[in-house]
């Protein structure tokens, strides 16, 4: 009975050391597969971080591929020309419109001062006054036309002799006038 004590007793110590060891190597094993799987999860990570920097790298390679491609460079350079083609045929539009309300203004005062004035040049000397004025102009149509009303202005003005202080007086107004008109 003894024995039978014994034996159930070192079968109960073996038992409880056996079952305890494979307790003790199994949690060693797990946690060496613990450290395991973080291991691989910090390397996951860093492998992620190097994929993220190759992506970007990848994005900027398109980029400069995308900026060298001849014909995308075309599209970009054809599509400049066509811009720029617009805001040149717009300043120039805007400049001709300008210069057009500008010489309508010019000639509008020039006429204006003429009718006042032509009255006080002899009507011998109007033909010739009026022959010697040139306009920046080199169509000759224009000259005509404004050369034409000028005759006319001149056949209808009576004719009013003028002292020396008046005809004075007028040459200071006729230079403030042009002055004026030149800083418009």
């Given at each position: 009975m003894i024995d039978a004590i014994i034996q159930a007793v070192t079968t109960a110590i073996l038992s409880i050391l056996g079952v305890g060891g494979l307790i003790y190597w199994m949690k060693r094993h797990i946690d060496a597969l613990k450290g395991a799987v973080d291991a691989q999860h910090k390397t996951i990570e860093a492998q992620a971080e190097i994929l993220?920097?190759?992506?970007?790298?990848?994005?900027?390679?398109?980029?400069?591929i995308d900026t060298v491609n001849e014909s995308s460079m075309l599209r970009r350079?054809?599509?400049?020309?066509k811009f720029v083609d617009h805001e040149k045929e717009r300043a120039l539009q805007e400049s001709e419109t300008r210069m057009i309300e500008n010489s309508?203004?010019?000639?509008?005062?020039?006429?204006?001062?003429?009718k006042q004035t032509m009255s006080f040049v002899p009507p011998g000397q109007r033909k010739e006054v009026i022959d010697s004025i040139t306009l920046p102009f080199p169509d000759s149509k224009i000259q005509n036309e404004f050369k034409e009303r000028l005759y006319r202005i001149a056949e209808r003005a009576p004719y009013q002799p003028l002292s020396e202080e008046?005809?004075?007086?007028?040459?200071?107004a006729t230079q403030n006038l042009l002055l004026l008109n030149i800083q418009k």
């Open positions: 993220k920097d190759f992506e970007t790298l990848n994005k900027i390679m398109k980029t400069v350079v054809e599509d400049y020309k309508y203004n010019f000639f509008t005062t020039l006429m204006d001062f003429i008046d005809i004075a007086a007028i040459s200071k």
